[in-house]
């Protein structure tokens, strides 16, 4: 398993995700969607994760992808699905908060990152 690049546990009823340091440098793809994870620690290890699918789970927060920041090499992410979701009130602005998250994104939620949601993430939070 030491060279394992795409692990899929989706739909395993996950709480949390742990002990990965064993694949740490060669994994590339972690699909954990459908699962109860509500943390998104245990991920900061992975330092060739590019695509982390993490859709209808339990996470609460648009704060728990700070935990992603050392995941430098990610670029897709699936989120929706999640209860951090209900905070915003589109679609949009949910994919405006993950970039201000993570900034080097390509992909959210199965679709390209478009110039103009990069450019509403790096402008300051409005404060209505």
Known sequence: ???LKILSLGRNNLKKIEKLEDVSGTLEQLWVSYNSISSLD???CLTNLTTLYC???LIKSFSEL???KANEKLR???????PMYAEVASK??????????LPNLLKI???????SELEAAQAPPSSE
């Open 109 to 115: 939620d199965g679709e390209f990152v478009k110039p």
């Open 42 to 44: 245990g991920l900061s």
């Open 55 to 57: 859709s209808n789970n």
């Open 76 to 82: 897709d992410v699936l989120f929706i699905g999640n």
């Open 92 to 101: 949009e602005e949910a994919r405006i908060e993950i970039l201000r998250q």
């Open 66 to 68: 700070d935990k992603l």
């Open 1 to 3: 398993m030491t060279e």
